[in-house]
């Protein structure tokens, strides 16, 4: 009884996050808002179906199978939506227009692919020479 | 390293002695493994290093699922009520992380966590190039990014 209703609640809830998810690609006004909305909620969304999953099926592979989905998710999940927000970035897509700093504006070199660090950035004394 | 793969060692031997491959059975063997390195090894430091990483490191997926949820409902509200309260801005973090490793993973956990997201590294490996979304105070924003991180390394190191 206790388990149908943490079951019904992990799911419920999961498919609100990614209703929101969904809402938020709607919603936000530049690219890089937008993969906050979907990144985050897509990862907890998904991560609580699986909950709900393995909660009601209760056995060993099953159980295997939703631990390795959602820990798949927390590593893949980041990497696409940096991806993503990069080649936008790069590609010059403008930014919602009431960003209030950008400190990466023009430190990227396109001949040469790299991307300078500010100059006033705290060298480690071990920092030297990596590069 | 070598003695997490000691503790998976003894714990596949209780699951061959005792003769049940389940989880609940490898996760007691994990535990009776965990006991004896802590008692029979505490004198070797790779060991005891180890003996101590172990609850930070669950004390960690704890605290990473809590500042997830409270991420989301931070977006949610967002997201779900009409004016925007955002005020994002692109700032860069200097890095304490050195190796591939620690930065992937870094990074990886910063894009989960509350309101923001890697863009880039510079190609010295100096900064992270982070997207805010609420950036009210840079220096406050900062020093919870640099609170994480000096977390995450403190379990890789």
């Not at chain 2, 704890?62 to 925007?84: C, I, M, Q, R």
């Not at chain 2, 870094?106 to 950036?135: C, E, F, Q, W």
Request: charged content about 15%; hydrophobic content about 50%; aromatic content about 8%.
């Amino acid at each position: 009884m206790i388990i149908e209703w943490l079951t019904g609640f992990t799911i419920v809830v999961g498919s609100g996050f990614m209703l929101v998810a969904a809402l938020g690609v709607l919603r936000m006004p530049d690219l890089l808002t937008r993969m906050h909305a979907t990144t985050k909620a897509g990862v907890l969304g998904a991560g609580l179906i699986m909950i709900g999953v393995a909660l009601h099926f209760a056995s060993g592979p099953v159980l295997a199978k939703a631990v390795a989905i959602i820990a798949f998710l927390i590593l893949t999940a980041p990497v696409a939506a940096h991806v993503i927000g990069r080649a936008g970035y790069f590609m010059g897509l403008s930014l919602w227009d009431k960003t209030t700093v950008d400190e990466l504006k023009g430190r990227y070199d396109e001949a040469t692919h790299t991307l300078t660090s500010p100059p006033d950035t705290d060298t480690p004394p071990d920092g030297q020479g990596r590069a | 390293m070598i003695a997490l793969i000691w503790n998976i060692a003894l714990m596949l031997i209780w699951v061959a002695l005792t003769g049940s491959f389940t989880a609940p059975n490898l996760l007691l063997g994990f535990v009776l493994g965990y006991l004896i390195l802590g008692l029979a090894l505490r004198d070797t430091p790779e060991f005891a290093k180890y003996v101590g990483k172990v609850p930070k490191f669950i004390g960690f997926i704890g605290f990473f699922f809590w500042e997830l949820l409270l991420s989301n409902l931070k977006v949610a509200y967002d997201v779900l009520t009409p004016t925007h309260h955002m005020c994002p801005g692109v700032i860069a973090m200097p890095l304490d992380a050195k190796t591939d490793g620690e930065i992937t993973i870094v990074a990886n956990l910063i894009s989960l966590t509350p309101g923001t997201l890697s863009l880039d590294v510079s190609s010295d490996r100096k900064v992270l190039y982070l997207h805010v979304m609420y950036l009210v105070d840079r220096d406050a924003v900062i020093r919870s990014i640099k609170a994480l991180e000096a977390r995450v390394l403190e379990v890789l190191r």
